[in-house]
């Protein structure tokens, strides 16, 4: 009642519609204030983690040219330990936004799948969330070396594992350029985005919100004034440290470092989260707010062409529930992360029924 699925007809677009027709998160009680997204927003800045606070394990996985990216296992409020779950357990990889803020609510959303039987892990960039930077360069908007190479490690320790991603904000313009340089051979069984930047270079160009985008700037600042001397020999650290907003500091830090200069238009031909779309061959749900204050209009930064053209992109799109709020009645209560469950439920169904109907076994 609240929310449109907009795709390319399908089998798999018929299974969806029933499955999130019948899911109760779509039908949940509302938020007292759903007409105000910039107060939602002001709320997520201001939510903190979750109680109980979860146990982290983390995990530093070096890179072929000696860069560590991090990698954190949720196991839970209870104990810590490795990586739970089974064997067989889909294993969740949680992406946070492009300044590596992990928020309460992708916290949340990690509980909640973990309760639900998900192994979850969030994905920490080069320099992010603490993470050692031990190369004097970070990974661009839309370049997915790094995340590659993290699949292949998480492939390797749960083979018998479907692996499942979700992107928070615009760390999708990470996973969204993975889904389409893969192409046919992604590792991901199936992937979804929360309040995705799909335009990366409108998205800089145009301006946030400087309730939004201060607070991620000075998060930014604050963990590469930590590699100053590291950074130094690539880039102009006074000139970096003194941006005044986020698109100055991407073009000081990628288009203007001493290592390797390029321009803001070929950066960006390299890096546009949707340069490759035609190419993705894993299902991926996006779940957009009419109302984003941070994407901006629906009408130019949401590709609705994409939605109905191709069979792997599916787009949920709501009236009211900001950036990467989607509130409901109670404390710390988001059914997009219900709706994104359901999803990944949804298509492990479907693909299981797939198999049965084939006879054939997954390709591992």
């Not at 001397?229 to 102009?236: F, H, P, R, T």
């Not at 930064?301 to 989607?326: K, N, Y």
Request: net charge positive; proline share 9%; glycine share 10%.
């Amino acid at each position: 009642g609240c929310c449109r699925l907009l795709c390319k007809p399908s089998a798999l677009a018929q299974h969806l519609v029933r499955s999130l027709g019948r899911s109760a998160a779509l039908r949940g009680g509302r938020w007292p204030w759903p007409r105000w997204p910039r107060l939602q927003m002001l709320r997520q800045l201001l939510q903190l983690q979750p109680e109980p606070e979860p146990v982290v394990a983390r995990e530093l996985l070096q890179l072929p040219d000696a860069g560590l990216v991090a990698l954190d296992w949720l196991v839970g409020p209870w104990e810590a330990g490795g990586g739970g779950g089974g064997v067989s357990s889909p294993v969740l990889l949680l992406i946070p936004n492009a300044a590596g803020k992990v928020t309460g609510g992708l916290l949340q959303l990690g509980l909640r799948a973990l309760e639900r039987g998900f192994i979850p892990v969030i994905f920490n960039r080069r320099g992010h969330n603490g993470c050692p930077l031990t190369t004097p360069q970070l990974q661009p908007f839309g370049d997915p070396g790094d995340l590659r190479e993290a699949l292949s490690y998480l492939r390797c320790r749960h083979p018998a594992a479907s692996l499942l991603a979700v992107s928070e904000g615009s760390g999708s313009g990470l996973l969204l350029a993975y889904l389409g340089e893969s192409g046919s051979s992604s590792r991901l069984a199936a992937a979804a985005c929360l309040s995705p930047i799909f335009r990366g270079r409108d998205w800089f160009e145009a301006g946030m919100p400087w309730l939004y985008e201060w607070p991620l700037l000075l998060h930014l600042k604050q963990g590469l004034s930590r590699y100053a001397g590291a950074l130094a020999e690539a880039v102009d650290m006074d000139r970096l440290l003194g941006s005044r907003s986020l698109r100055e500091l991407e073009e000081w830090l990628f288009c203007r470092s001493r290592s390797r200069p390029t321009s803001w238009e070929l950066y960006w031909e390299r890096n546009e989260p949707l340069r490759d779309a035609d190419e993705a061959a894993v299902p991926v749900l996006c779940l957009c707010s009419a109302d984003d204050p941070v994407r901006g209009p629906a009408a130019r930064s949401l590709p609705r062409e994409l939605f109905r053209s191709s069979p792997f992109f599916f787009l949920l799109l709501t009236r009211r529930g900001g950036h990467c709020g989607f509130p409901r009645a109670g404390p710390g209560r988001c059914w997009g992360h219900e709706a994104v469950l359901e999803y990944f439920r949804a298509m492990g169904e479907f693909l299981r029924a797939e198999e049965r109907r084939k006879g054939q076994p997954r390709p591992r």
